[in-house]
């Protein structure tokens, strides 16, 4: 089992370069938030992370037990080669997987916006009041797996490899680090920045306790697709951004987040 072993690798303690990739973007963001942070929080840095941290690694877990081992079986299996077969540009390969990847979290993160019954897990996400970098890895476990079977139906049907998946994998997480982090970078080039790729004023919108801007800003690395369907909403003013949601106020804990959309 080469393949899936590489993924499981590449999510487990082991020092690989993918996950020295993913660890130095943690450190740089995260050095880079409290050097320079857009909103001042009252809260220690251990306070604000704490929670995410231990959400972000039972997801790792439980993704490892699960879709490692049913990606194994499609990149095993040779009865469906995937339609990227009859292509024969690699480069084609890479550009057609990424964008396919990054259409499908657009429109998996739309759908949890809009059916009922994934706002009830996706909310976990957006009760974060503190957003930093760790706030890439609150998720409720639920919403991290399920994420994961219509991807793993498109990488059967186009036949995206392992190097392709890994590498939009490792970009999409760097990306999750930076836009989720408190670093303020100059509004001239988040702004510019936001044509191209998700930027943290730009996400930090998304995360607003108003409706208009929470239902706008869906896309996860590229923000194309919310230019195409018609919810790329720029903030005006940034620093106004109220983060999380009117209704929760206290502070949850990892057992009440575990338990909030029942
Ligand atoms: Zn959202
Ligand atoms: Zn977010």
New binding site residues.
């Given amino acids: 089992m080469p393949e899936a072993s590489l993924i499981y690798r590449g999510t487990n303690i082991n020092m690989d370069w993918q996950s020295l990739i993913v660890v130095t973007s943690v450190l740089s963001f995260g050095i880079l938030e409290n050097l320079f942070p857009f909103f001042t929080f009252k809260q220690s840095f251990d306070k604000r992370v704490y929670t995410n941290l231990v959400l972000g690694l039972i997801n790792v877990l439980a993704n490892n037990f699960t879709i490692a081992l049913l990606l194994n079986y499609i990149w095993q299996q040779t009865s469906w080669l995937g339609i990227f077969h009859f292509i024969d540009s690699p480069l084609l390969k890479i550009v057609l997987s990424f964008l396919l990847l990054d259409g499908y979290m657009y429109a998996w993160h739309r759908l949890m916006h809009t059916v009922s019954l994934g706002w009830r897990f996706h909310r976990v ?2 009760t ?1 009041v503190l ?1 930093n970098t760790s ?2 890895y ?1 998720f409720h476990p639920i919403e991290a797996i399920l994420a994961n079977v219509p991807k793993l139906f498109l990488i059967w049907l186009f036949g995206i490899n392992l190097q392709n998946l890994l590498l939009y994998e490792i970009l999409l997480a760097c990306e ?1 680090i930076f ?2 982090s408190n670093w303020a970078i100059p509004l001239r080039i988040d702004k510019y920045l936001s044509y191209l790729i998700v930027t943290p004023n730009y ?1 930090r919108s ?2 607003s306790q108003s409706i208009k801007e929470a239902t706008s800003n869906y896309a996860s690395f590229f923000t194309i697709w919310d230019m195409i369907f018609n919810s790329y909403n720029y903030p005006r003013s940034p620093k106004a951004i109220k983060l999380g949601l009117p209704q929760e106020k206290k502070e949850l804990n990892i057992i009440n987040l575990l338990k909030l959309p029942f």
Avoid: D, I
């Fill in positions: 996400h957006h974060e957003m706030t890439a609150r999750l836009h989720h996400h998304h995360h």
